[in-house]
């Protein structure tokens, strides 16, 4: 079972599975649910309509109304089939054949289905997979968009599978769905048996048991997608998110001269990438003999669990060069494993099962490998390797665990953050902060993954227990305090009078009239804090209306923030906040209404039908995004960080003016020429979080800045920040377009609808801008305002296609940059309409006068 990790992300990701010729053979099905005529995915693979294998109950076809940026492929996830009552599925199967079989889930809005009802079972000839099941749940407690679950069906001793989908009796309204169905048949993997933990003499039989996927781990490697595995169509994930301490020990490949050798093992058992990479502990004995190589892996408890090692030495030639003892759960596994004497030889292949029973004891939701050199053999060094790890849970009857649940840490996270605030609060100092919000997303799969550094430090029994066969890698957004319906109630009366007076109360009657009775027609976006409405105030006027979810991760807080932030901020350049709705138990935000949606919208295919972006509008949208931070950095005495700025927070309006959102993160900055930064808890999204913030924990203007510059970017390329599908090095787009930026290939990954459109001298004025922005320290980072000037510039060279070297402008078009000086000046610029009063700026007041500071 894999959770969610954040890396760290994030997180997930089977989108290309099996592309390989299993899947092409006459017994395999790959369905697509919900598809009227089939369809191929991004890898051109045939996915086939499902409703020929349907039998009773009541059913629908329905397609998503939103296709998440992570979605790189229509096809199987964005149609579902919707099960109203329980009906089933019968394929043909051959009685003797061990299956595959694959499930996958894109918990989205489907007609008037709201997933946060989809509850259900699903049961493969009376073998319980999934039991009070929610895709919602997982995903969101996952930061993942979609997930999949993989089973290895025993054979079935019957010539049809039947695969039962039943809503639960435990929640009015519960539905279920599936997006994709692959069913391909498959070799006997596992072998005869495998050795009991604990008791090296008792061997167990597992040619009969049924399997679910938990782990696959391409240790010491990268990323290998189902295309490149070999000839059964599976995923290998980076190990590094798993890996438990500081301790990581050193990877290595074989090489150019070592030939790897599977001699009579079957070369499907694992891929050649697999046994081509390896971690090991390193070169100094004294300090390898100090601790252990461990990865450590959320499961389900009161389980069996089999867990294969994958080894390939290929680069000792002898027997009793290096000897190790295995440990699963503190548990003896395996004496002396000398992998050489195992195989044969240098670069030959091998590998070992054992299987161990987990409890329900405090502590038993995590199932920890551990290596360590074995000094009683006197080998010739005190190493350890392995090359590849796969756990899979096992049972004859039901594979089902619990939807994911907080975790410990987040319940004490919640403890120290309503006591940090309490503090805040009798300092006289405004507090701001709450979970992060935004669009799902992707998450790092690679060392530098922030998830990973955090799971890392936790204490083994502070893990969210789920159960999902995509790895934990955080996708869009932070952990973060949760607030709950329960404390709704007081909103208001927290938010202060002066913030009520600059922006209108909308009673609870007027925002349903205005979105028809929250219509799910009129859901345009889908972020943390909610569901965003398109609306109809005051006899035509467009506006959009952001409605908490009870089951957000952000709640009052972040309520309290962007009433707070936007009613005393009015820019050209900011989302404006029309007022705010908080009765009833709902908390609702009403904006401007942005017609052209988000910057990301514009960057990636799916979500709206509108035209390429060219790089002059491109240039100007971020041009805008610039001026509307630098406003906030510079707009008042006391700087406020943004703290979340990506492309799902940069709106347009009609006219492609670009204007920034989402101040549910913001945090007021410290007097740069005293404090310099504000210490907080790190919160952000992945992927574009400020690596020095994350480390240091001290927060200042230059986070915002280097967000900003993956943000250009991601303008740039139109490609994910994060895509764990890549090669190690290119996952992060941050460190992909830097690198190519300094070996002089950056145009190589440019959005290819860009080639040839952009000015040499442009581009590499914008280029270097970025570069600048991701500098590791912030002090060498630029301020928003030489950005403004720097991508103006990159404008000027565009439009004048090369002629004068030097921007013009304006002097007006920055007046905002002298504001901040005087704490009595007004928020506003010259060129907007409405502005605020003097005393609008009294969102400082409380740092003016810095109580116990």
């Not at 080998?379 to 975790?407: C, H, R, W």
């Not at 002066?498 to 972020?527: P, W």
């Not at 203007?701 to 303008?715: I, Q, R, T």
Request: aromatic residues 10%; hydrophobic residues 35%.
């Amino acid at each position: 079972m894999i959770s969610n990790a954040p890396v760290l992300v994030c997180i997930s990701l089977l989108l290309n599975a099996l592309a390989v010729s299993s899947d092409n053979s006459s017994d395999s099905l790959l369905l697509g649910c919900g598809l009227e005529n089939g369809g191929k995915d991004v890898d051109g693979r045939q996915w086939s309509s499902d409703s020929k294998y349907l039998t009773g109950g009541n059913t629908v076809a329905s397609k998503s109304s939103h296709q998440d940026p992570s979605l790189l492929s229509e096809v199987p996830y964005m149609t579902a089939r919707v099960f109203t009552s329980e009906a089933s599925y019968r394929f043909p199967v051959q009685p003797d054949k061990r299956y595959w079989l694959r499930l996958h889930f894109y918990p989205s809005v489907y007609g008037s289905f709201n997933p946060a009802d989809s509850y259900f079972e699903v049961t493969a000839n009376g073998i319980t997979l999934l039991s009070n099941f929610s895709a919602f749940i997982t995903c969101q407690a996952l930061s993942q968009a979609y997930l999949d679950r993989e089973y290895s069906l025993a054979p079935l001793n019957s010539d049809s599978l039947t695969l039962t989908f039943k809503p639960s009796d435990k929640h009015n309204g519960a539905f279920a769905f599936v997006n994709g169905i692959q069913l391909i048949p498959m070799p006997e993997v596992f072998g005869s048996s495998a050795v009991m933990v604990g008791n090296q003499d008792q061997t167990l039989d597992t040619t009969t048991s049924t399997f679910q996927t938990m782990f696959r781990l391409n240790v010491g490697g990268q990323y290998i997608p189902p295309n490149q595995d070999s000839d059964l169509s599976r995923t290998w994930y980076d190990d590094t998110p798993y890996l438990y301490g500081a301790a990581s020990g050193i990877t290595s490949h074989v090489e150019k001269n070592v030939t790897i050798n599977y001699q009579s093992m079957p070369k499907y058992i694992a891929p050649l990438d697999v046994y081509s990479t390896s971690r090991s502990m390193g070169s100094d004995n004294n300090v390898n003999m100090g601790f252990n190589l461990t990865w450590i892996f959320q499961i389900d408890p009161n389980f069996m669990y089999l867990t294969r090692l994958h080894f390939c030495d290929y680069v000792e030639t002898k027997v009793n060069q290096i000897v190790f003892n295995i440990f699963i759960n503190n548990q003896t596994a395996q004496r002396e494993a000398d992998v050489v004497a195992w195989s044969g030889g240098q670069g030959m292949t091998t590998y070992k099962d054992y299987v161990i029973y987990v409890g329900d004891s405090p502590g038993d939701e995590n199932l920890w490998l551990a290596l360590h050199p074995d000094p009683e053999t006197k080998p010739e060094y005190y190493d350890a390797m392995l090359n590849g790890v796969e756990i899979f849970k096992m049972n004859d009857t039901i594979l089902a665990g619990p939807n994911p649940q907080p975790s410990q840490m987040l319940l004490e996270h919640e403890q120290e953050k309503k006591s940090f605030d309490n503090k805040k609060k009798t300092s006289n100092t405004v507090v701001i902060g709450g979970a992060a919000g935004g669009a799902a997303g992707f998450a790092l799969v690679t060392a530098i993954c922030i998830a990973a550094f955090q799971r890392k430090n936790r204490d083994p029994g502070s893990y969210t227990q789920t159960s999902s066969w995509l790895p934990l890698y955080g996708n869009s957004h932070s952990s973060g305090s949760k607030s709950t319906i329960s404390g709704k109630s007081c909103a208001s009366n927290n938010i202060s009078a002066m913030a009520q007076g600059l922006c209108r109360y909308f009673s609870l009657q007027e925002i349903k009239h205005a979105t028809k009775n929250f219509d799910e027609s009129n859901v345009i976006g889908v972020g943390g804090f909610g569901k965003v409405y398109k609306g109809v105030i005051d006899n035509g006027f467009k506006v959009a209306i952001k409605r908490s979810n009870p089951q957000s991760e952000q709640g009052v807080n972040e309520f309290q923030t962007e009433i707070e932030m936007l009613s005393k901020l009015r820019h050209k350049h900011l989302v404006s906040l029309i007022g705010f709705c908080e009765e009833d138990d709902e908390m609702c935000l009403v904006y401007d209404y942005m017609a052209r949606g988000t910057l990301r919208e514009h960057l990636y295919k799916g979500n709206k039908p509108t035209d390429t972006l060219s790089w002059k509008r491109r240039l100007e949208i971020c041009i805008g995004a610039a001026r509307g931070l630098h406003y906030l950095h510079t707009g008042a005495k006391y700087t406020i960080i943004h703290r979340d700025v990506k492309t799902t927070n940069i709106l347009c309006d009609e006219n492609w003016v670009a204007k920034v959102s989402d101040f549910g993160l913001s945090k007021t900055g410290p007097d740069m020429n005293n404090a310099g930064h504000v210490s907080t808890v790190v919160k952000g999204s992945f992927g574009y979080l400020d690596p020095e913030y994350f480390r240091r924990q001290q927060l200042t203007e230059k986070s915002d800045v280097y967000s900003f510059g993956v943000v250009l970017f991601e303008a740039l390329c139109a490609r994910p920040v994060l895509n764990p599908n890549l090669p190690k090095e290119q996952v992060s787009l941050a460190d992909w377009a830097l690198l190519c930026k300094r070996k002089g290939t950056l145009e190589d990954i440019i959005d290819p609808n860009l080639k040839g459109k952009i000015n040499p001298e442009s581009l590499k004025k914008f280029a270097d801008t970025a570069e600048k922005c991701l500098s590791d320290h912030g002090l060498d980072r630029p301020s928003m305002n030489d950005l403004c000037w720097n991508l103006e510039f990159a404008l000027n060279l565009q439009e004048n296609n090369g002629g004068s070297r030097h921007a013009s402008r304006e002097e007006s078009e920055f007046e905002e940059v002298s504001l901040g000086d005087d704490e009595n000046k007004n928020l506003s610029t010259a060129n907007e309409q409405e502005d605020s009063s003097e005393n609008s700026s009294a969102i400082f007041s409380q740092i003016a006068n810095p109580k116990g500071r």
